[in-house]
């Protein structure tokens, strides 16, 4: 019997909004919104961008994740993994009882067809959607919509004899089913690359070839079973996980159109190569919005909230770096005192796991201005607390 799939949540919705507001909602960042955005108390005012925080898909995830804890209270319920990059948010699921595969001790080796499986919001692997179907599940899917249209223009390119190329991180949840969409054909292949260093190795050996073997050394673990360089580059297809830097996707997908036109000749790259704009626009609403802040605000300093390995927040924290003093933090408690920050260096993929660097002296004397912005599964309560925490730290005056 083929398994029961929830994929527009559970008819739960009314009965889970008051814990999903007590969990996660802020008095002071709706303080901030009504206020223009800006908060000024004592020597301290902080600039929130106008985008930020939980996206649509994010936001829906957590809501079927509580639905479905609503729904079935005598189930064992099951997350294959984290449904968001964002530690408050995964250890409220388990303080209700949700249990993750990825935990130590727990596998999908022990499921059974009376356990509910929640997918998390970068979705499964087609090879680990055909296991849940066979071991007969209750599945409450929660794939973000912008992952699936990836996946689809990914499915079209294989049953059209392309090869993905896909801007991401090879270990990446998300990147991860991404690509195994294009595997499920016979001739369907991948190869992905994380940034233009990268991209610029692939574009020089479409046009030039090169050292096969060097290649694939290179990018043995970022390329489909059985890809070759000389055969599996001569019709390609761009896409992207979704939380990648936007303006660097772009420029990717500019830099293998440009090599195919030169390697195949420009009439020939509409039957040579393919593109499409596949940052979601959530991710590419908070990076817009971060840029107009640094744009038009004089920040003394740059506080991103996020989890660290969450993909969209390291890159809204890279492009805060390049313009003003930037701390990623993934917590309130990040903010020890007014002498020591805890934050995760920038520039790291969000896949390294990598200490926390402390800084010293992170809060300027004197009146201040703070920037403030949140990766897309951070709640508000984060955020909230992140602002009480800095007017309790700048001192008198400033509130707490």
């Given at each position: 019997m083929?398994p ?12 889970v ?5 007590a ?10 919104r ?6 000024t108390?004592?020597?301290l ?7 930020f925080g ?8 957590v809501d079927?994740?509580y639905q479905t804890?609503?729904r ?6 099951f997350?294959t993994g ?11 699921l388990?303080a209700q ?5 990825t935990?130590?001790?727990e ?6 067809a ?5 997918l998390?919001a ?5 090879g680990d959607?055909a296991r ?10 929660t ?11 990914v ?7 392309f090869t ?13 089913a991404t690509?195994s ?5 016979p ?13 610029a190795?692939v ?12 290649f ?8 489909s ?14 896409a992207?996980q ?5 303006s660097?996707?772009?420029?990717i997908g ?5 090599a195919?036109?030169?390697?195949y000749g ?5 039957s040579?190569f393919?593109a499409f704009d596949?940052?979601c626009?959530?991710t ?5 919005a ?20 969450s993909s ?5 924290a890279?492009i805060?770096?390049?313009r ?6 993934a ?16 520039g790291?993929?969000?896949t390294?796991?990598?200490?926390e660097a402390i ?7 004197g009146?201040?201005?703070v920037g403030?912005?949140?990766?897309a ?9 992140v602002v009480?925490?800095?007017?309790a730290?700048a ?6």
């Amino acid at each position: 019997m083929p398994p029961i799939i929830f994929r527009k949540g559970l008819d739960m919705k009314a009965a889970v909004a008051g814990d999903l507001a007590a969990a996660y909602d802020s008095a002071i960042v709706e303080e901030l919104r009504q206020a223009g955005f800006v908060r000024t108390q004592g020597r301290l005012t902080i600039h929130l961008a106008r985008e930020f925080g939980f996206c649509y898909g994010v936001d829906r995830a957590v809501d079927y994740a509580y639905q479905t804890r609503k729904r079935f209270p005598t189930k064992r319920v099951f997350l294959t993994g984290e449904i968001i990059h964002n530690p408050h948010v995964n250890d409220q699921l388990r303080a209700q009882g949700i249990r993750f595969l990825t935990d130590p001790g727990e596998d999908d080796s022990t499921l059974a067809a009376d356990d509910v499986v929640i997918l998390p919001a970068f979705g499964v692997s087609v090879g680990d959607m055909a296991r849940l179907d066979r071991q007969g599940c209750t599945l409450v899917d929660t794939t973000c919509g912008s992952v699936l249209t990836v996946w689809k223009n990914v499915k079209r390119y294989a049953q059209d004899g392309f090869t993905s190329v896909i801007h991401g991180k090879v270990t990446h949840e998300e990147t991860r089913a991404t690509a195994s969409q294009a595997t499920q054909y016979p001739d369907g292949h991948y190869l992905v690359v994380l940034d233009r260093e990268e991209a610029a190795f692939v574009c020089d050996y479409i046009v030039s070839g090169g050292d096969r073997a060097a290649f694939l050394a290179r990018f043995g673990k970022a390329v489909s079973a059985g890809f070759d360089p000389d055969l599996h580059l001569q019709r390609i297809g761009c896409a992207n996980q979704t939380t990648m830097l936007m303006s660097e996707s772009l420029d990717i997908g500019e830099m293998f159109g440009r090599a195919m036109a030169q390697r195949y000749g420009t009439d020939a790259l509409p039957s040579v190569f393919r593109a499409f704009d596949t940052i979601c626009s959530a991710t590419q609403d908070r990076q817009d919005a971060v840029i107009s802040l640094l744009n038009e605000v004089p920040l003394d300093l740059m506080l991103v909230i996020g989890g660290y390995n969450s993909s969209n927040t390291c890159n809204l924290a890279k492009i805060c770096a390049e313009r003003c003093p930037t701390f990623h933090i993934a917590a309130p408690d990040c903010l020890v005192s007014a002498l020591a920050l805890r934050h995760r260096p920038i520039g790291l993929p969000s896949t390294s796991i990598v200490a926390e660097a402390i800084a010293a002296d992170w809060l300027p004397p004197g009146p201040v201005i703070v920037g403030l912005t949140a990766g897309a599964s951070t709640p508000n309560n984060i955020v909230g607390q992140v602002v009480s925490r800095l007017e309790a730290l700048a001192g008198p005056g400033s509130g707490s």
